[in-house]
């Protein structure tokens, strides 16, 4: 019996191809895989990018089928992109046999609950976090409305009527826990949060600087980050460290970095802000002695694992982050690889940078980082976990 695997996101998307493909490439030897994914108009465009990752897609022994993401007007365009995907779905469980739909989010959640009623197929719903609770947190709904009960409706159907589920963190099953709903009837849960390559992201020696403290920042400083939280820390980072650097990748949001820098008086000087392909990340984070990012500490967030986490600690490099999100912060205490602050007060950050500096000055730190990774987010041990379930949900479906 094969796989039916939809994604709302694209797999041109960075997004899809280190968090689906990157698990679909290691399932596919033991397990038929159909994904359908939906692309947007802008990466489909790029046939180049196209042609490869179909060509990588198709070497790995997976069968695509790629669909059109539809963007405006929101509501009315999903809803047609839902109506594709049970479509396809019910087309491809048909002609394949598929009788696992796992569904990664909300939207492909939905498409899946039709697919398990119609077709009696077996639902995984890999949720990803509390979607319409970020909705809420993110400013985009209020919470007294009517899009957000629609969706927290929809929610409680999927985990009432999901087969398993997957968290990406430990705080979050806790909180579905208290649920009214699921008092008594709460699925089993696997918790696989974003796990990284550690074949890729590990330390790399002779990088670092030895003139100079190097912090280092990776990612969107926008939306749930704090970049103007880092940018005060950085300004304490120079009151202790007067010759530290800061060095800075993200993609596309270098005027709000530089503003937060500006309003924080960090000069210029000691800023190196970059683009960088992914393939240059592991070589560009083995310049840094640490890293910092801070992301809003709101509820939604409980079910947060940020990417970057076991990116940087497989690279051997220590965190200044806070506490409010997911298991991060009971990661980096409980396995002394890096600061969780609980405030943004000048107090906590200065108190958060000694803190952090006293840690990278400790025998060992990498090591321990590496070993955390390894403990934590391992591709190898999440691609082991996807597998147990999908074993799981075969013997539900043979008996």
């Known amino acids: 019996m094969g796989v039916l695997y939809i994604s709302y996101d694209g797999m041109l998307e960075p997004l899809g191809q280190s968090q689906v493909l990157t698990y679909l490439e290691r399932l596919a030897p033991d397990w038929r895989i159909h994904l359908v994914s939906f692309e947007k108009a802008e990466d489909w465009a790029d046939l180049p990018r196209r042609q490869a990752l179909r060509k990588r897609i198709a070497q790995a022994g997976i069968t695509w089928h790629p669909r059109r993401y539809h963007k405006r007007p929101s509501t009315v365009v999903t809803a047609w992109d839902v109506i594709v995907g049970v479509v396809t779905g019910l087309w491809l469980?048909?002609?394949?046999?598929?009788?696992?739909?796992?569904?990664?989010?909300?939207?492909?959640?939905?498409?899946?609950?039709?697919?398990?009623?119609?077709?009696?197929?077996?639902?995984?719903f890999d949720m990803r976090g509390f979607w319409a609770d970020e909705r809420v947190d993110g400013g985009l709904w209020p919470r007294d409305g009517r899009m957000y009960r629609i969706a927290k409706g929809f929610e409680r159907r999927f985990l009432l009527?999901?087969?398993?589920?997957?968290?990406?963190?430990?705080?979050?099953?806790?909180?579905?826990?208290?649920?009214?709903?699921?008092?008594?009837?709460?699925?089993p849960v696997t918790v696989i949060p974003t796990c990284a390559d550690l074949e890729r992201f590990m330390p790399i020696e002779g990088r670092r600087d030895p003139r100079a403290f190097t912090l280092g920042y990776v990612g969107s400083a926008g939306t749930w980050y704090l970049f103007d939280a880092v940018a005060r820390a950085m300004r304490l980072l120079l009151d202790l460290r007067p010759e530290a650097r800061l060095l800075v990748v993200n993609r596309g949001e270098h005027e709000h970095i530089r503003a937060c820098l500006r309003t924080a008086a960090i000069p210029d000087s000691c800023v190196e802000l970059r683009r960088a392909d992914p393939a240059e990340m592991p070589e560009l984070m083995a310049r840094m002695d640490a890293a910092v990012f801070f992301i809003k500490p709101v509820f939604s967030k409980?079910?947060?694992?940020?990417?970057?986490?076991?990116?940087?600690?497989?690279?051997?490099?220590?965190?200044?982050?806070?506490?409010?999100?997911?298991?991060?912060?009971?990661?980096?205490?409980?396995?002394?690889?890096?600061?969780?602050?609980s405030g943004f007060d000048a107090d906590s950050l200065r108190q958060g940078m000694r803190d952090l500096l006293a840690l990278v000055a400790q025998p060992g730190i990498r090591e321990r980082c590496v070993a955390s990774a390894r403990r934590h987010f391992s591709l190898k041990e999440g691609v082991a976990r996807y597998s147990a379930i999908y074993e799981r949900l075969v013997s539900g479906c043979a008996s």
Request: overall charge positive; proline content about 3%; some cysteine.
């Open 93 to 124: 469980a048909w002609r394949h046999r598929l009788r696992i739909v796992h569904a990664r989010s909300y939207v492909a959640a939905l498409m899946a609950l039709v697919l398990k009623r119609l077709a009696g197929m077996r639902f995984l």
């Open 161 to 187: 009527s999901a087969d398993h589920v997957v968290s990406l963190t430990h705080a979050a099953v806790v909180e579905m826990q208290r649920f009214d709903y699921l008092q008594g009837g709460m699925p």
């Open 302 to 341: 409980q079910a947060s694992a940020p990417t970057k986490l076991g990116e940087l600690l497989g690279c051997g490099i220590p965190v200044l982050a806070n506490t409010g999100v997911g298991d991060m912060a009971t990661i980096l205490v409980e396995d002394t690889v890096g600061i969780a602050v």
